[in-house]
């Protein structure tokens, strides 16, 4: 399997689309947000706590369905793939603090939307 490269990168968000075969490898923060656009996804991760016990440490797999949301609760490596054979794409928003309010998933459906837009745009 390849490790996918994200198409949009920025300090707010990352999206990005996985073909068939294809996995993401990213180390997270907590809290940051993971958003199904398009498709299921496959979550894997560690206990982070518990990186001491190397390959002993049961791996925490998450099925994501599109249109949900995942947080994550601690910071550490997550392997992101499609739970299918078809392609998947997902938007990634780090959590921050916020002094105006807004919550990270509010942000990550922003995101989420303005993507949605740019797809429609396209397809006309």
């Given at each position: 399997m390849s490790?996918c490269?994200?198409r949009?990168?920025?300090?707010?968000?990352?999206?990005?689309r996985?073909?068939a075969?294809?996995?993401?490898v990213?180390?997270?923060?907590a809290?940051?947000s993971?958003?199904a656009v398009?498709?299921d996804?496959?979550l894997?991760f560690r206990?982070?706590?518990?990186?001491w016990l190397?390959?002993a440490v049961p791996?925490?797999?998450?099925?994501?369905?599109?249109?949900?949301?995942?947080?994550?609760?601690?910071r550490?490596?997550?392997s992101?793939s499609?739970?299918?054979?078809n392609?998947?794409?997902?938007?990634?928003?780090?959590?921050?603090a916020?002094?105006d309010?807004?919550?990270?998933?509010?942000?990550?459906?922003r995101?989420?939307?303005?993507?949605?837009k740019?797809?429609?745009?396209?397809?006309?």
């Amino acid at each position: 399997m390849s490790a996918c490269q994200s198409r949009f990168g920025s300090a707010r968000g990352t999206a990005a689309r996985l073909t068939a075969g294809q996995m993401a490898v990213h180390d997270l923060r907590a809290r940051t947000s993971i958003v199904a656009v398009e498709g299921d996804l496959q979550l894997a991760f560690r206990d982070h706590s518990l990186a001491w016990l190397g390959d002993a440490v049961p791996v925490t797999s998450i099925t994501l369905h599109e249109g949900e949301c995942f947080v994550t609760p601690q910071r550490g490596v997550v392997s992101i793939s499609a739970a299918q054979a078809n392609a998947a794409a997902f938007v990634m928003q780090p959590w921050r603090a916020r002094k105006d309010g807004r919550s990270p998933i509010r942000e990550a459906l922003r995101h989420l939307a303005s993507l949605v837009k740019t797809r429609l745009r396209r397809a006309v």
